[in-house]
C-alpha cells in the first residue's frame, strides 16, 4: 500500500485566492482526519470523516474552510479565500477504527 | 477540557545515555494513549497505543507505559537515528467518535 497520498505537497498561494488540498486514504481505512500543523499551536484538528460522513467540524477555524469526502478514496479541504494565517502544514491522517493514525506527508501551504 | 502536556520541550542525549519522556493527561473517560514519531517534513508515524493503566509496549529501543494521569516514553541507549519529535495523542472515550488530542511534542536530539 502507498499509504496516505496528499497533493500538492507545497502550495504557495496570495492572499485571497481559493485553495484546495486533496487526500487519498487508505483503501480499506473507515475513518479520515485533517490536522493543522504550526508552530505555535501544535497539531490541530480540524475535522473529521467516518465513513464519509463529517463526524465533527468543530475545529475548522472559519466559514472560509470547508471539507468534503465524497467517496471512500478521496476527500478534500478547500479554503476560500485564502489568509497569510492559514499559512501552516495540512496533514490528512486514515485509520481503520480505533487503530492508530496513518498520516500522509502533508502539504506545505503558504499564502502572502 | 481534554488536554495533553508533554515535558520537556527539547532533551539533548549522547549516545547510550537512557531517558524518559513524560505526558501528562487530563481526560473525561480515556479511550487509548497513542505515542508518534515525526521527523522533519514528515508526517507522525504511528508507534503504540496503551489502553488501561498498567499496560506496557516496547519497540526496539522504546518503552510506552501508562498510568491514570500519564504515560511515559522510555528510551534504552538511544542512537542518533532516535532523533526526532515524540508526539503523545489521547482519545477521550465520550467523543462517540475517533478525535484525537495531541500534545505539543517533545523534540529528542542523540548526539553520536
Known amino acids: 500500500d502507498a499509504g496516505v497520498i496528499q497533493s500538492p505537497r507545497h502550495e504557495v498561494t496570495e492572499m485571497g485566492q481559493e485553495v484546495t488540498l486533496r487526500c487519498k486514504p487508505i483503501?480499506?481505512?473507515?475513518?479520515l482526519f485533517w490536522y493543522r500543523q504550526t508552530m505555535m499551536r501544535g497539531l490541530e484538528l480540524l475535522i473529521y470523516?467516518?465513513?464519509?460522513?463529517?463526524?465533527?467540524d468543530s475545529g475548522m477555524p472559519e466559514d472560509r474552510f470547508s471539507a468534503k469526502m465524497p467517496n471512500a478514496s478521496f476527500s478534500t479541504l478547500k479554503i476560500q479565500p485564502s489568509e497569510p494565517r492559514d499559512s501552516a502544514v495540512y496533514f490528512c491522517?486514515?485509520?481503520?477504527?480505533?487503530?492508530?493514525?496513518?498520516f500522509g506527508s502533508g502539504t506545505r501551504l503558504t499564502v502572502v | 477540557e481534554d488536554q495533553v502536556t508533554q515535558s520537556p520541550e527539547a532533551l539533548r542525549l549522547q549516545e547510550g545515555e537512557s531517558s524518559s519522556l513524560n505526558c501528562s493527561y487530563t481526560v473525561s473517560g480515556l479511550r487509548g494513549l497513542f505515542w508518534y514519531r515525526q521527523d522533519p517534513g514528515k508526517g507522525p508515524e504511528f508507534l503504540f497505543t496503551?489502553?488501561?493503566a498498567g499496560e506496557e509496549k516496547e519497540k526496539e529501543r522504546l518503552k510506552a507505559t501508562l498510568t491514570k494521569k500519564e504515560s511515559f516514553l522510555h528510551i534504552t541507549a538511544p542512537k542518533p537515528e532516535d532523533s526526532a519529535t515524540y508526539l503523545c495523542?489521547?482519545?477521550?472515550?465520550?467523543?462517540?467518535?475517533?478525535?484525537?488530542?495531541f500534545g505539543a511534542g517533545t523534540r529528542l536530539f542523540v548526539k553520536a
Open positions: 495523542a489521547v482519545q477521550a472515550a465520550n467523543t462517540g467518535g475517533f478525535k484525537t488530542i
Open positions: 470523516f467516518n465513513n464519509n460522513v463529517p463526524i465533527d
Open positions: 483503501s480499506g481505512h473507515n475513518s
Open positions: 491522517a486514515s485509520s481503520l477504527s480505533d487503530y492508530g493514525y496513518t
Open positions: 496503551l489502553y488501561s
